[in-house]
């Protein structure tokens, strides 16, 4: 039943659903090495039409015009059929030229990562929940599954999971592929998720010899609600975790009173 079920949801990608999600830009991750480092990068999908609607679900093909980004936000339930589900975090170096927002275009070459090579997503922290002025515990025992072939399951207490592997780079170093995310409530599938943004923390891995793991990046997914607060929570994630030093799981607890200064 999974199966058939993230089949549907790869088939759909990128097609986005309810139109409210049209004007959002989801960035993928975009993995290149760099001075011996995975560096992640944004990169969104090709314009591309809605079937039903015709409208264009992204502002301009390949919008790649966020370096060194390590904060990315996804939706949950975008397919109506499948609402605690997301087709998301998509990885993403694809060769090709793509224009950026200043009408100037930069050309990727693939990942840089070396034939042979295995990469992998390491999820490196609990399953954590938006208060409005940081992150804490979810409130009700929810936990989140990432599937690519194999599952991963975030919840409380989890901590540092197994790398879960992606990619074996074998003619080239180029990569697309899309993670299945589904939220569930306590107790399973049976159960409702609570209303909000959820987050975790993750990396990406090498196996190629003398290549370091990226730094952590945060994946921050809005289930139902506005996307005033699931803005509000990606801005701290950007000010309060992804610093150029690695944040301490302390910070998710402290309030982000320069954030609602600025909102005010």
Known sequence: MRFSKFCVIVSLSPVLVTPVAFAEVHFDVSPQLANGRIVTHGVTHASTIHPWTGVDTTPAAHNYDQPDMRVFGYELGEDPLFPTEANDPGINNETGSYLLESGDT???????????????????????YWTG??????????????????????????????PLPVKTFINDSTVHLHLAAELLGNGGAMSDPTTGIYMFEARLDSSGAGVDSSLPFWIVYNFGDTEI?????????NSNLAVPEPATPALWMIGAAGLMRRRK
């Open 106 to 128: 930069v050309s990727l070459s693939g990942t840089g990562l070396p034939l042979g090579s295995v990469l992998s997503f390491t999820i490196q922290s609990d399953l954590r």
């Open 133 to 162: 002025a940081g992150f804490e515990a979810v409130p009700d025992l929810e936990s989140l599954t990432i599937t690519f072939g194999s599952t991963r399951t975030i919840g409380t207490g989890t901590g540092v999971l197994s």
């Open 229 to 237: 607060n699931h803005q509000a929570a990606i801005d701290w994630a």
